[in-house]
C-alpha cells in the first residue's frame, strides 16, 4: 500500500486492535467520547468553511450541529473540523487567488485524518467549488450540505436582494443617493447570514454541488437556517454513513454526462459564468474532459427556465416553492441525463420524479423558454483559447466599435469618469491584465462602469471586453475570461485604443478587426513582476487559464499509467 492509500483508509484505525488503534481512541476519549463510541465506525468528518470572517458562512456552525446528529443516527461518529474559509466581500485583493490553496487544504485535510468519509460544509462563491476539488482528489466519500440563501430584505417598500447593489452603488458614484440612504442601505442589505439571495455565483455553485450529486436532490436552495435547511443537514449526515457503506468515491460523480448536466442546469437557471471555470477545474480534478467546444454546444442548445434575479424578476424562494433544481432538471426533460447519481445513492431520474409541475413565474415550461440566453461562449482571434459572456444580462446582440483600452483597475478607476475620455456610446471598454496571472487571481472586475459622462445621458449598456471575471449577480454585455489573457501575451494585449472590436453572440465569435501584418509589429508588453516567494509564487508558477479551470497545473488528475 502506498502513503497515500494508507492514508485513504485511516479511519479503520480507530478499530485497530494495537497500538495505533489505542492512541487514536484515548486521544479522543480526551474531548468526551466513551469507549463504545470510539470504536464505533464510521468515523466522518465534517469539513467546515465556518468563520467570522466569511458571514456567508457564519451559519454553518448550526448546521455542523444538525449533520453530527444525522451521522449520530446511523451509526456514525462526526469530527467537525476547519479548513481556511474565503469571504468575497473580505479577501484582497481576490478570493479567486485563494481557492486552489483552500482546495489544497480541503484535500490534505481529508486524506490525512483518521476519517472515512466527509459532509464538506460551504457557501461563500470560491469555498464550495474549494471544497468539491479538494474532496474529489482526497478520494474519500462526500457529501456537501451548502450555507442556503439568507433572507431577502426590504428597502424602500420593495424587496431588496444583493443584486441591486451594483446599480445602487452606480447611483451613489452618480450623486443620487445622499449620506442617509448610504447608511441605512448599508443595514438593509445583508439582514442575516447565508450566501447571496439569488442566481449568484454561489446559489450556482450550490445547484452544481446538487446537480453532480454531492448535494442532496432539492437541498440547494432551502433558505439558511430553515427547518428544511436543517433537516437536509441531518438527512445528509445519514447519508454519508450509507456512502461510506457504498464506497462511494466522489471522482465516481463527475462524468462527462453529469457535467453536462451541470452545464446545462447553470444555463437553464440563468446562473454565473464563473461556475464555468470551476466547473473545468472539477472536470481536471477528476481527469474528465470538458473543453470550451462542448460548453458552447450545451449553452446554445439550453432553454433558460428559470425566471429568478438576476436575470429573472422573481425571488429565490418562489424557484425553490415550484420544486427548485429537481424541477429545473425535470423540465428540461431530454436534455439531462436522468442516470447520473445523487448523494442519496439514487439517480437523478427517482429526484425527478417526485417533482409535479407547478405553476410558477418563476419556471417557465421549456417551450416557453428562450433558447441559449443564459451563457454564449465566444472565440475568435481576439479570444483563441475562448470568452464567455451572459446575453441575459445585457441588451447587446451584436456590436462593433472603437475600443477604449485600460491597462488594470487603477488605469480604470483614474480615466473612465474623465470628461476629456475620447469615448461614445458605440464604444468598446477594454480592461485588460486583470487575468489569472495579470491582476494576480482573476478577480471580479470586470463589470467596467459606464462612463459618467454617458450614464447621465442614458446610456446604460455598452460592449465591454475583458480577461476578468464579474459577479454573478452583476449585469451588461461583458465579454469576460478572454484566454489567453493579456498578461501572458494574449491578443488582448496587442489592442490599441481605435481598434474596432466585432463581437457577434449569436456566431460566438469576438474579432480584432487589425490585419494579422499589423498584429506581427505590436509589443504585448512585459508580464508583470513574478512575486519572489511564499504563496504568491507557487500560484504565479502553476495557474492555469481559465479554460483549464484556473487550477494549478500539479493538482488536476494525472492519468492511470
Ligand atoms: Fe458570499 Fe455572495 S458574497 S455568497
Ligand atoms: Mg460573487
Known sequence: MSQREIARSNGSLFADDGADG???????????????????????????????????????????????KGIAQAGGIGLEFPTISLSEPFIRPTSMLLRNLMSMDVEEMI?????????????????????????????????????????????????????????????????????????ELEGKLNVGVGTCNVLGTAVTMAAIAEVLGFALPGSSLHAAGSDEHLGAAVRAGAAIVDAVGRGAAPVSLVTEESLENAVRMVCALGGSTNALIHLEAIAGRAGVGLGIERIREWARTTPL???????????????????????????????????????????????????????????RAADASPVGEAIAVLSGNLAPGGAVVKPVAGGLRHARGRAVVFDGVADLNRRIDDEGLDVDADSVLVLRGVGTRGAPGIPEVGHIPIPARLARAGVVDMLRVTDARMSGTATGTVVLHVTPEAAVGGPLALVRDGDIIEVDIEHGTIELLVPEVELAERDPGAPPDAPRRGYGLLYDRHVLQPDQGCDFDFLRAVPDE
Open 22 to 68: 489505542f492512541l487514536h481512541r484515548a486521544f479522543l476519549r480526551g474531548e468526551g467520547f466513551n469507549h463504545e463510541a470510539v470504536r464505533r465506525r464510521p468515523v466522518i468528518g465534517i469539513c467546515t468553511s465556518w468563520s467570522e470572517l466569511s458571514p456567508c458562512n457564519a451559519g454553518l456552525r448550526d448546521v455542523a450541529v444538525e449533520v453530527k
Open 111 to 183: 486524506a490525512s485524518s483518521p476519517i472515512d468519509g466527509v459532509v464538506l460544509l460551504g457557501g461563500c462563491d470560491k469555498t464550495v467549488p474549494a471544497q468539491l476539488m479538494g474532496a474529489i482528489s482526497a478520494g474519500k466519500p462526500a457529501i456537501m450540505v451548502t450555507a442556503g440563501p439568507r433572507p431577502v430584505s426590504c428597502w424602500r417598500d420593495a424587496a431588496l436582494t444583493i443584486d441591486e447593489v451594483w446599480p445602487l452603488i452606480d447611483e451613489r458614484r452618480l450623486g443620487r443617493l445622499d449620506d442617509d440612504d448610504w447608511v
Open 305 to 363: 427556465l428559470a425566471n429568478v434575479r438576476p436575470s429573472g424578476s422573481q425571488l429565490l424562494s418562489d424557484l425553490q416553492s415550484a420544486g427548485g433544481v429537481p424541477a429545473v432538471a425535470r423540465e428540461l426533460g431530454e436534455l439531462f441525463h436522468a442516470g447520473t447519481a445523487t448523494a442519496e445513492g439514487l439517480s437523478w431520474d427517482v429526484a425527478r420524479a417526485r417533482t409535479a409541475p407547478v405553476e410558477s413565474a418563476a419556471l
